[in-house]
């Protein structure tokens, strides 16, 4: 099968979709031996030739500062999107709403491939940080929906991130289908393990708890600190460890000083060695995970893969599959009940530990499983659109803007295919070399 992944961000800028087209593309072309093609936005210096898989990053625009890191591609790419749609995809997957998912309507009106989309992140967040609640934001979740219901099929990680679309205002079916973790089911090895305790003076008597992501407030960081506070007056003795970094890392090493937790509360940093990361889960107690913004909460079943149970918000998406002293543990969204929940787990840890064996072996699942889902579902929709059983989408009012972005593209391929004698003739030596870079 020939498959085309497109997603906003790919290396060198990494995040959780970025991490998921990746697993896709290895696992596609490992396991399943498909032909796979990934297409993202340029980023300086990205260097691709040693993949497994084909990339082709097209032109972007640097909108770093007001988006987090991201680029945003430029949709009237045409040698790119002509590059693409020779490609040939059976099935177009697209990880964004935004250029991305444009980029797929394109290359679908150029190939007549199926496209699917996945939701992964509420990005309404996003945008309310970086617009307000004003009349963009209303525009710009519109413009996102609409594209989103452009697509063939709608994929979201779990079924509190389907209810989310929906709020939004995405009017149409999805499918749930669940993503994986690259941690093998078990834990690091005990070297490692004691490695990462001697690191950070790490003491083998007391609880040691785990935040691990981008250190964000609507991640509920507040409630972690706010309960390690309470904790530390009832005069509790534990070790908490944040891994990762973010916009409420200052704040959190402030509260750490004005709360008396030096000593207590470990800032690791970004870790980025998988290894090195699997050990920490190992050595903790209890993972700590009380965001109601995350869809699926890979980090919870990192956590999971590694013999660790989570303590999680009751209703959020990261709790969907857990049982409350069974395989995690679910509080109300604040730090009072975060701090009762910790002082009583923590008097009998045989148990605590429980739970995380429980964890890893119910709500455990490799990239491996998820991406083979994934193809078999490929499969039915690649027959569903040969013999046209696939089900018609509404028409969108961008439609228009669509078709006009492939025949430009169309009408470039053309021109491109033409020998060169003929091109410099239309256009002038010295104006077709400017137009060809």
């Known amino acids: 099968m020939e498959i085309c992944l497109l997603n906003d961000s790919f290396p ?11 697993n896709y593309a290895r696992i596609l072309t490992e396991d399943m031996g498909a032909n796979v093609l990934v297409g993202t936005p340029r980023y300086p210096g990205a260097d691709y030739t040693s993949y497994p898989y084909r990339v082709v990053d097209y032109p972007s625009l640097d909108t770093a500062r007001v988006t987090a890191g991201y680029r945003t591609g430029y949709l009237l790419s045409v040698r790119e999107i002509a590059e693409m749609a020779d490609f040939g995809p059976d099935i177009i997957h697209t990880h964004c709403p935004a250029m991305s998912t444009l980029m797929a309507r394109v290359l679908q009106y150029e190939t007549g491939a199926p496209v699917v989309f996945t939701y992964h992140t509420k990005f309404d967040v996003d945008i309310t940080k970086a617009l307000g609640d ?6 710009t979740l519109k413009a996102l929906v609409n594209n989103i219901s452009a697509c063939d099929e709608v994929w ?9 679309l929906k709020s939004l205002g995405y009017e149409g079916d999805y499918r749930v289908m669940v993503n994986g973790v690259d941690f093998a089911r078990g834990r690091a090895a005990q070297e490692e393990v004691r490695a990462f305790s001697k690191e950070y003076g790490l003491p083998g008597d007391v609880p040691v708890f785990l935040f691990v ?3 964000m407030e609507y991640k509920g960081l507040p409630i972690i600190i706010d309960a390690m506070k309470k904790l530390h007056d009832r005069g509790m003795d534990f070790r908490m460890v944040f891994v990762g970094s973010g916009d409420y890392e200052n704040e959190l090493r402030k509260k750490t000083e004005e709360y008396g937790l030096e000593g207590k509360v470990i800032l690791t940093g970004p870790i980025r060695d998988r290894e090195q990361l699997r050990a920490i889960y190992t050595r903790c107690d209890l993972f700590l995970f009380p965001s109601t913004y995350d869809t699926n909460g890979i980090v919870v079943r990192e956590a999971a893969a590694c013999g660790l149970g989570s303590v999680l918000i ?3 998406c990261a709790a969907e599959g857990i049982t409350h002293a069974r395989n995690g543990y679910l509080i109300d969204e604040n730090a009072d009940s975060m701090a009762a929940l910790l002082e009583r787990v923590c008097e009998d840890m045989d148990a605590m530990h429980t739970v995380g ?3 890893m072996n119910e709500i455990y699942i490799s990239w491996e499983d998820s991406v083979k889902n994934a193809y078999a579902r490929y499969e039915v929709i690649r027959e569903q659109a040969r013999d046209g059983s696939l089900k018609k ?5 961008s439609d228009l803007f669509i078709e006009t972005a492939a ?13 060169e004698k003929i091109r410099e003739d239309l256009f002038g030596e010295d104006e077709w070399i400017i137009r060809r870079k």
């Open 134 to 139: 004003g009349f963009l934001k209303k525009e």
């Open 213 to 215: 992501g981008r250190l």
């Open 12 to 22: 060198p800028l990494i995040d959780g979709v970025a991490n998921t087209v990746m």
């Open 393 to 397: 989408k509404r028409r969108q009012k």
């Open 407 to 419: 025949e430009v593209t169309e009408r470039f391929k053309k021109i491109m295919d033409l020998p």
């Open 314 to 316: 009751k209703g959020s």
């Open 357 to 359: 064996e429980n964890a």
């Open 156 to 164: 979201v990680v779990s079924e509190g991130a389907g209810e989310n």
